[in-house]
């Protein structure tokens, strides 16, 4: 089984990937089509859900992991948490728009400009000094919660619900749920 440090990696590969897809373009200001543009908000819908998971379960398992267990977790996590709560206010904003309003690019450069700079502050600045203190049980026991924890997680951002673990672990899954349901009535994430 997948220890925690692999199944977040592996998010942030695949998050790093859709980034570098999306910045190729083309983009409305660069003479995309509409079916171009059709297709460019499709890739942004599936960035949001499949960010949105990743940041509901790291903050539901990853940060009070942290907490518990790195020398500055209190510190790292509180920081972390602060830029995730900001990225999802670009999100649920981006998530309203379409690809051939400027807007759209505006914030989805802010993000991704944003995104980069988490990655890197996670898996530099939090991940080397939690390895060694997190005992291998609990890596893995982690990296199942999240690996499992995928199929239920919410799809959209919620920026105005706290980043609060007890929070997230009552009302994440309602929280889910309605957000699968109207997905579901919309279409969103699909192809
Ligand atoms: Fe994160
Ligand atoms: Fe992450």
């Given at each position: 089984?997948?220890?925690?440090?692999?199944?977040?990696?592996?998010?942030?590969?695949?998050?790093?990937?859709?980034?570098?897809?999306?910045?190729?373009?083309?983009?409305?200001?660069?003479?995309?089509?509409?079916?171009?543009?059709?297709?460019?908000?499709?890739?942004?819908?599936?960035?949001?859900?499949?960010?949105?998971?990743?940041?509901?379960?790291?903050?539901?398992?990853?940060?009070?992991?942290?907490?518990?267990?790195?020398?500055?977790?209190?510190?790292?996590?509180?920081?972390?948490?602060?830029?995730?709560?900001?990225?999802?206010?670009?999100?649920?904003?981006?998530?309203?728009?379409?690809?051939?309003?400027?807007?759209?690019?505006?914030?989805?450069?802010?993000?991704?400009?944003?995104?980069?700079?988490?990655?890197?502050?996670?898996?530099?600045?939090?991940?080397?000094?939690?390895?060694?203190?997190?005992?291998?049980?609990?890596?893995?026991?982690?990296?199942?919660?999240?690996?499992?924890?995928?199929?239920?997680?919410?799809?959209?951002?919620?920026?105005?619900?706290?980043?609060?673990?007890?929070?997230?672990?009552?009302?994440?899954?309602?929280?889910?749920?309605?957000?699968?349901?109207?997905?579901?009535?919309?279409?969103?994430?699909?192809d």
């Open positions: 089984m997948a220890d925690v440090f692999t199944v977040l990696a592996q998010d942030h590969r695949e998050v790093q990937a859709m980034l570098a897809e999306l910045e190729k373009g083309p983009t409305g200001a660069t003479g995309a089509s509409a079916d171009q543009l059709a297709l460019r908000k499709k890739m942004a819908e599936t960035l949001i859900i499949e960010e949105s998971k990743h940041e509901a379960l790291e903050e539901m398992y990853f940060w009070p992991a942290v907490r518990e267990h790195h020398p500055a977790g209190d510190t790292l996590a509180d920081e972390a948490t602060a830029q995730e709560q900001e990225a999802k206010h670009v999100l649920a904003d981006l998530d309203k728009l379409d690809a051939s309003e400027s807007r759209f690019e505006e914030l989805l450069g802010t993000f991704t400009a944003a995104a980069r700079e988490h990655i890197a502050f996670e898996e530099t600045r939090v991940w080397p000094g939690l390895r060694s203190a997190l005992p291998a049980q609990v890596a893995d026991e982690l990296g199942t919660k999240i690996a499992d924890g995928k199929k239920t997680a919410p799809t959209r951002p919620h920026p105005h619900t706290p980043a609060a673990p007890s929070v997230l672990k009552t009302a994440g899954p309602a929280v889910a749920a309605a957000d699968k349901a109207r997905d579901a009535a919309t279409g969103r994430g699909t």
